[in-house]
C-alpha cells in the first residue's frame, strides 16, 4: 500500500497542477464497485488532504473534486446495477462470492435510501450499495439526491485527518504534529465510542425497563386506594401494558425537583448561590462579546418573546379548528395557558430580583425564566404535536433543531444578564412538567393524525411575520435595555493612595469571578504614556493568537512560550494592556496585565489602573505541582533600563493578604506603586 501512496505524493508534490485530476480519479475509483476494494481510497485520500492541509495543493478545489469523484464513481455503480439487473449475479466475482450481493441486498433492504447515505461511510459495503440500489430498481432520483448529499459529507470527514496534520506540520515539528493529530483522533474515536455504548446500553436495559414497569402498572390495578390513577394515565393504544407511568414518573420526578429549586432559592438567594455567581461573572466578562454578538443574542432572545409566540398560539388554534382537529386545538390552547399562568404564578410567589448589571432593570421578576418555559413549551411542545403520528426510526431527530432552538434562546437570557442560572433550569423543569400534562391527556384517546406539513409552514409563517413585526417596533428599545451597566468611577485620594495603599481589592478575578491572582501591581497615569515607556524597557505585544499557539497551549508544548487561552478578569473586564517579555533566568516569558481599575486619584483626576505580572504557566501545571507563577515584584522586573525611569516615581509598600481566596491565614506581600512625575 505504501509502495503507491508514497509515489502518488511525491509526484503530486512535484506537479501540484495535477493534484485536482489525481483526486478526481482517485475519489472515483475507490467508489466503483469491485475496483474500491482494490484502490486504497481512504489512505490516499487522508495522504492528499495532508498535502491540502499543509498548502502544496488547493484546499478548497481539491474537497470539490473528492466530492465530484464519490459522485460519478457511485453513480458508475449504481447505473452498471441499473443495466445489468439480476445478470450480475452470474458474472465475476459475485458467481463464485455470491453472499457478498446478499450482505448488499440485505442492507439496502433494511435502511432503503438512507442505504446509499449510510453505506458511504460503511466499509464493507460502500462500494456494493450503489450497485446493489441500482439492480433493486431503485429511482434514479431517489439515488441521485443520496449519492450527492452523502458525497458532499464524505469527502471532508474523509480528507479531515490529513489536512489537520498538513496544517499542523507548518506550525509544529513533525513529530509533535503527529502526536498531536493522534490524540486529537483519540478523543474522537473515544466520544463516537461512548456514544455508541449509551445507544447499546439504552437498548439493552429498554426491555427490562418495560418488564418493570408492567409489574407495577399491575399492581396499581390491583390496588385498592391506587387503581384510579391507572384511569388517568390509561393510553388509547392496548399494546401500552403499562399505559403512560413513564410520562407519570418523569411528571412527578420535574415537580419535585422544581418545588426543591423554588424552595432552596427562596431561602438562600439567587445572588448567593454559587452556580448563578459563576454562570453571571463568565457571560458579563466574556471575551467573545462584542456588538454583533450581542444583537444575535437579542434576536435569539426574541423568539421566546411572549408577543411573538402568542400569535403563534392564536393561529394554529385557529387553523386546528378549521381542520377539525377541535381536540388538537383545545390542548394547544392549554399548552400555552398553562405555560402563561404557571409562569406568572410562580414568578410572583417566589418573587426572586433580577441579576445587576443591566442598564434598565427588567421590572418583572426573575424566577422561572419565562422565555426558557415558553421555548420548551412551544418549539418543542408543537413539535411533538406534529411528529406525533409519524412512525419512523429516525423519529428522534426531528426534535434536534427546536431542541437547539431552546437551548439557545435559554443561553441567551444568561448571555444578556436577564436570568441567573436556577432561572432557565426552573424554566425547563416547569416546561418538561407542562409538556408531560398536555402528553398524558392527549394520549388517553385515539386522535386523526393532524396535517403536519401544513401545520409546519403555517407555524413557520406566523413565526416570521410575528418576529419581523416585533423586531421592528422593539429591537432598539430592547438593544439599549441590555446594554452591560458599568459601575460609577470611584474617587480616591492621592495622597492617602500613595501612603497607605487600602482602598483596592487584594486580588483579580477569573472568567468564573473567583479571585486567582494576586494584585501587585498599581500605576496611575496616562495608558498611551506606559504602554510607550514599556515598549522603550523591552516590553512587546504577544503574538496574535494561532493554531499553533493554541496546540501548544492545550498540548502543554513549550506552552510557557504562549500565553494562555483564556485572560484573567477584573470587575468582569478584560486587560486593557497586556506585554510581555523574555526573561534571562529563570528563561520564561513574563506577562503584565493591567486593568481598568474604576478608580481615579484626587484632585489630578489621574485614571489608577491595577495589574499582576507573573511568569507564564504551563498548562497543566496543577495537576502535578504547585503554580509557581508568581514573581516577586520589583521596579528592576518592569523597568531592567532605569533612563525609562526618569518620567515616573515608584515605591514598594509591603501589605498583609490572605494565602488564598476565603483562607485566614495571612502572609505579607509587595505591591509596587508607580505613578506619573505630575500626579
Known sequence: MSDFVS??????????????????????????????TIVPGSITMTAIGTLAGAGVIPLGPTILWATLGAIVGDGISYWMGHYFKDRIKSMWPFRTNPYVLDKGEA????????????????????????????????KPFQFTLANVASAIGWAPAYM??????????????????????LVFLFLLLFTILCFWLLIKLTMLLKDRINMVQTKLWRKLQNSRYLSPTTVILKH???????????????????CILLISLLTYVKLVGAQNLLVNDVTFHFFRGLSLRSAALDALMINITLLGQKNVILPIYIVVIASLILMRRVRAAAHVFLLGFLTASSVFVVKHLISIPRPWGLIQSIETFSMPSGHATAAVTTYLGLTWLLVYAIKTKFRGLLYVV?????????????YLGAHWFTDVLAGWLMGTAILTVVAISYQRQPERAIPSLKILFIILVTLAISFSWYHHIRFATLAQAYRQDQMPPIAVNGAEWWLRNGNLPAY??????????????????????IRDSLFLAGWSKPPAR?????????????????????????????????????????????????????????????????????????SYSWLYRANNRELEI??????????????????????????????????????????ALHI
Open 546 to 618: 494561532n493554531l499553533g499557539s493554541t496546540i501548544h497551549r492545550i498540548t502543554d508544548i513549550s506552552s510557557t512560550q504562549y500565553l494562555p487561552m483564556i485572560s484573567p478578569q477584573y470587575l468582569d473586564n478584560r486587560p486593557e494592556l497586556i506585554l510581555t517579555r523574555f526573561l534571562e533566568s529563570p528563561k520564561r516569558m513574563v506577562v503584565i496585565r493591567l486593568w481598568d481599575s474604576n478608580r481615579y486619584l484626587e484632585p489630578t483626576q489621574a485614571k489608577l489602573w491595577v495589574g499582576t505580572v507573573s511568569l507564564v504557566p504551563r
Open 7 to 36: 509515489p502518488l505524493l511525491q509526484w503530486l508534490n512535484a506537479n501540484p497542477e495535477w493534484a485536482g485530476l489525481a483526486t478526481f480519479l482517485i475519489s472515483a475509483a475507490e467508489s466503483v464497485a469491485i475496483i474500491g
Open 107 to 138: 442492507f439496502v433492504h433494511k435502511y432503503g435510501v438512507m442505504s446509499v447515505f449510510i453505506g458511504r461511510f460503511v466499509g464493507p459495503v460502500r462500494a456494493l450499495v450503489p450497485l446493489v440500489a441500482g439492480m433493486l430498481g431503485m
Open 402 to 414: 427546536p431542541f437547539i432552538l431552546a437551548m439557545a434562546i435559554s443561553i441567551s437570557r444568561l
Open 160 to 181: 479531515l485527518p490529513g489536512i489537520l496534520l498538513g496544517a499542523a506540520s507548518l506550525e509544529l515539528p513533525p513529530d509533535i504534529a503527529v502526536h498531536v493529530i
Open 508 to 529: 483579580q478575578v477569573s472568567l468564573f469571578g473567583f479571585p486567582s491572582q494576586r494584585i501587585n501591581l498599581e500605576w496611575a497615569g496616562d495608558l498611551a504614556e
Open 236 to 254: 388509547y393504544d392496548a399494546s401500552k401494558t403499562y399505559g403512560q407511568f413513564s410520562l407519570a414518573l418523569l411528571f412527578l420526578l420535574t
Open 634 to 675: 520589583d521596579i528592576q522586573l518592569i523597568f531592567p533600563n532605569p533612563d525609562v525611569l526618569k518620567h515616573w516615581q515608584w515605591k514598594l509598600l509591603e501589605t498583609t493578604v490572605p494565602v488564598g481566596y476565603g483562607s485566614n491565614k495571612w502572609v505579607k506581600r509587595k505591591v509596587l506603586l508607580i505613578k
